[in-house]
T-cell receptor
Framework: EAGVAQSPRYKIIEKRQSVAFWCNPISGHATLYWYQQILGQGPKLLIQFQNNGVVDDSQLPKDRFSAERLKGVDSTLKIQPAKLEDSAVYLC??????????????FGPGTRLTVL | AQSVTQLDSQVPVFEEAPVELRCNYSSSVSVYLFWYVQYPNQGLQLLLKYLSGSTLVKGINGFEAEFNKSQTSFHLRKPSVHISDTAEYFCAVSTLSGSARQLTFGSGTQLTVLP
């Protein structure tokens, strides 16, 4: 079974530039998550999708971050314009469904963003 | 709001020695608890989970953890570590946010196994 795919793996940009990350979840997984992992910290949830709808985006800095999952499969996370503090690893994860019961999240390898 | 505290940011240990990585959580409701491992330049991999039942849970690679409700702890242990166990370990708690469950992670513990 193929895992969660992310691209690119690494990205270096200058501040005020824009950047986009792509994630393809495990086939059949309805729920998709984007996390931000700053060096020395644990992952922090940015946004959670159920199919193509947003379940929670309360921690997404909406003035500069946006995310979409138009067809309920793959997803794109965008930052525009980037700031120095956006330097982090961006992790994508997926699970079968959301809801009150437990569903294991499977993580992709992440995209390491460096903002200069 | 739930939070997870990993008491040690770095734990160096010699090969074949035992290790314990400490984790405390705060939550006013029932929780699910997890330990994840992250190898360099890789995503997170689930080591073990506590959902209910026996408070001692066993995971992959010889790791185990004990859920202690009175002390709100979920410490990870391994009786004999290998060089290959060198990695970052994250404790996480899953609680309900609205109608869905979400993970809150601790800040991580870097385990370094020395030859």
């Amino acid at each position: 079974e193929a895992g969660v795919a992310q691209s690119p793996r690494y990205k270096i940009i200058e501040k005020r530039q824009s950047v986009a990350f792509w994630c393809n979840p495990i086939s059949g997984h309805a729920t998709l998550y984007w996390y931000q992992q700053i060096l020395g910290q644990g992952p922090k949830l940015l946004i959670q999708f159920q199919n193509n709808g947003v379940v929670d985006d309360s921690q997404l800095p909406k003035d500069r971050f946006s995310a979409e999952r138009l067809k309920g499969v793959d997803s794109t996370l965008k930052i525009q314009p980037a700031k120095l503090e956006d330097s982090a690893v961006y992790l994508c994860a997926s699970s079968l469904v959301a809801g009150t019961a437990y569903n294991e999240q499977f993580f992709g390898p992440g995209t390491r963003l460096t903002v200069l | 709001a739930q939070s997870v505290t990993q008491l040690d940011s770095q734990v160096p240990v010699f090969e074949e020695a035992p290790v314990e990585l400490r984790c405390n959580y705060s939550s006013s409701v029932s929780v699910y608890l997890f330990w994840y491992v992250q190898y360099p330049n890789q995503g997170l991999q689930l080591l073990l989970k506590y959902l209910s039942g026996s408070t001692l849970v066993k995971g992959i690679n010889g790791f185990e953890a004990e859920f202690n409700k009175s002390q709100t702890s979920f410490h990870l242990r391994k009786p004999s570590v290998h060089i290959s166990d060198t990695a970052e370990y994250f404790c996480a708690v899953s609680t309900l946010s609205g109608s869905a469950r979400q993970l809150t992670f601790g800040s991580g513990t870097q385990l370094t196994v020395l030859p």
